[in-house]
């Protein structure tokens, strides 16, 4: 894991009482929440060398970017829960039209990804933060665990 002080980009997640603040930089606004994604996969499973077995498509239409956030985080939990899949890459684009955010999860079978901690059940709105900072962006999202 990236530290803030030596990368332009990277996670970091903190304790918070019963849950997990995940935080994320990067130096473009898609890139934040690429590492976002993998900051949250980062509080329940190490992918380190794991091969995606596939690619999930998404697209998620947003007009707030806390609801971006939200469903960007949903979908990644949603993959675990119903189907058993982690993501072990994220790859995400923006439509400069209609705002819309398009991308590929690259997912494994959770049984080829070492388990560090239980699955988040969900991303709080609570605390939630996605925002240009210095010519960068931050995100920060607390996770119930």
């Given at each position: 894991m990236a530290t803030e002080l030596s990368a332009t980009s990277g996670h970091v997640a903190r304790p918070h009482t019963a849950d997990v603040i995940v935080e994320a930089w990067a130096p473009t606004r898609m890139a934040c929440l690429e590492e976002l994604v993998r900051g949250v996969v980062a509080t329940f499973a190490h992918v380190g060398s794991a091969q995606a077995t596939r690619?999930?498509?998404?697209?998620?239409?947003?007009?707030?970017?806390?609801?971006?956030?939200?469903?960007?985080?949903?979908?990644?939990l949603y993959l675990l829960?119903?189907?058993?899949?982690?993501?072990?890459?994220?790859?995400?684009?923006?439509?400069?039209?209609?705002?819309?955010?398009?991308?590929?999860?690259?997912?494994?079978?959770?049984?080829?990804?070492?388990?560090?901690g239980a699955p988040p059940k969900g991303a709080s709105r609570s605390g939630l933060s996605f925002l240009p900072e210095n010519a960068a962006w931050r995100a920060r999202v607390v996770l119930d665990v």
């Open positions: 690619e999930v498509p998404l697209e998620v239409n947003a007009q707030v970017d806390e609801d971006l956030v939200i469903a960007l985080l949903d979908d990644v829960d119903a189907d058993g899949l982690v993501v072990v890459d994220v790859e995400l684009e923006e439509d400069e039209v209609d705002g819309s955010v398009e991308g590929l999860f690259r997912v494994t079978p959770v049984e080829r990804v070492v388990a560090t």
